[in-house]
Every structure is written in structure tokens, then in C-alpha cells.
T-cell receptor, first 112, second 112 residues
Framework: DTEVTQTPKHLVMGMTNKKSLKCEQHMGHRAMYWYKQKAKKPPELMFVYSYEKLSINESVPSRFSPECPNSSLLNLHLHALQPEDSALYLC???????????FGPGTRLLVL | AQSVTQLGSHVSVSEGALVLLRCNYSSSVPPYLFWYVQYPNQGLQLLLKYTTGATLVKGINGFEAEFKKSETSFHLTKPSAHMSDAAEYFCAVTWGGGKLIFGQGTELSVKP
């Protein structure tokens, strides 16, 4: 089983809202990732968690706040977003930081 | 800087024709190599990967790719295109450390 699940599938929020994206995997993977993808572009890495610790932050604005409560779960907390943050947000996981990444279906975010 | 180049942002083939999507990476050190497919409004699905061993790799849906170290290439092929193959294809590489470097993507269209 190589399934990564993400909720919600779609999210519309205003610039003053606070919302969270959720990602879950039950493959025993120890590395989890958040990516942002704009239309017709490749995914851009935002954050990497390895063994539940933040290992990479690609200079992401503080209005995006990741959290890894346990080895199966990854959250992305959103606050005071801008319209240009509208995108598809993808979660991925891998056995560790070296191996194949498996992606979830994504959350389509629209910021009004 | 290490990079991945996909030649052709858009490839169009007829149903039943050969599919060839090109990918080259820039490094003298061979990376791990991947091809992902993305259907509209979906996440990325792993098609195939090369880490070590046999340089001709078979993936899902009849796709295969050959790693050629001398040419720093990892081109994706399928002998006979099907309408359901129409999608965006991303080549990606990693030299470890949790960072997956993507090419810009190739949109494959299949004409009846």
C-alpha cells in the first residue's frame, strides 16, 4: 500500500482566516514533505520532516506553519494568506530522506 | 547547480504511436531518477524509478525508461500510446538529503 491521504480536497479561505491542511500515511515512512504547485509548473518543496523533526524549510513565509504531531501525520497551518498563495498543496512521504517519495492527491486552495 | 531538463513542454502523438519523453540531468554523479505522471486535478503518481542495478526500468501502464550514464539521460518511452496516457509527466532526480529536483514537465497529448 503506497497511499498518502490529504484533507480537505478543496479549500476556499479569506485572507484573515485560519485553516489547516492534513496529511496522513500508514506506510511506516519516516520522512514527510509539503509541496506547493502552481498550474502548469512542477511542485516546489516547502518543508521536510525527518523522524518528526523539521529538517528543511525552503524559506517559506511564516504564514505557513507546519506541524508533525506523530510519524503518520503532517499538518500545514495557514494564517493570513495572500491570493498568490492559491495553489495545489501536495503532501508526500518516503521511507527516509533518501528514497522514493509517494504523493497524496493534494488540496486545492483558493485564497480570496 | 544540479538541474533536470525535460526537452519539450508539450508532446503530441497519435493513438498507437510511440511515446518518447526526454529527460537529462546535469551532474557527473548519477542520482536516483524518477518519472511521475499527473492527471488533471490529481496528485503525482510514480510511474517508475531507477536507483541501482539494471538500467532499463519497467514501470506501470506499459512505460519504461533507460538510464544512460554516459548521456546523463533517463528518457521515458511507451511503444503504443493510449488516449488515457494524456497527462503531465515530470522527471525528477535526487542526490539524497530529502530534496527532489523536478524538471519543468511535459504535457502529453494523444490524438485519436
Amino acid at each position: 500500500d503506497t497511499e498518502v491521504t490529504q484533507t480537505p480536497k478543496h479549500l476556499v479561505m479569506g485572507m484573515t482566516n485560519k485553516k489547516s491542511l492534513k496529511c496522513e500515511q500508514h506506510m511506516g515512512h519516516r520522512a514527510m514533505y509539503w509541496y506547493k504547485q502552481k498550474a502548469k509548473k512542477p511542485p516546489e518543496l516547502m518543508f521536510v520532516y525527518s523522524y518528526e523533526k523539521l529538517s528543511i524549510n525552503e524559506s517559506v513565509p511564516s504564514r505557513f506553519s507546519p506541524e508533525c504531531p506523530n510519524s503518520s501525520l503532517l499538518n500545514l497551518h495557514l494564517h493570513a494568506l495572500q491570493p498568490e498563495d492559491s495553489a495545489l498543496y501536495l503532501c508526500a512521504s518516503s521511507q527516509d530522506g533518501q528514497e522514493t517519495q509517494y504523493f497524496g492527491p493534494g488540496t486545492r486552495l483558493l485564497v480570496l | 547547480a544540479q538541474s533536470v531538463t525535460q526537452l519539450g513542454s508539450h508532446v503530441s502523438v497519435s493513438e498507437g504511436a510511440l511515446v518518447l519523453l526526454r529527460c537529462n540531468y546535469s551532474s557527473s554523479v548519477p542520482p536516483y531518477l524518477f518519472w511521475y505522471v499527473q492527471y488533471p486535478n490529481q496528485g503525482l503518481q510514480l510511474l517508475l524509478k531507477y536507483t541501482t542495478g539494471a538500467t532499463l526500468v519497467k514501470g506501470i501502464n506499459g512505460f519504461e525508461a533507460e538510464f544512460k550514464k554516459s548521456e546523463t539521460s533517463f528518457h521515458l518511452t511507451k511503444p503504443s500510446a493510449h488516449m488515457s496516457d494524456a497527462a503531465e509527466y515530470f522527471c525528477a532526480v535526487t542526490w539524497g538529503g530529502g530534496k527532489l529536483i523536478f524538471g519543468q514537465g511535459t504535457e502529453l497529448s494523444v490524438k485519436p
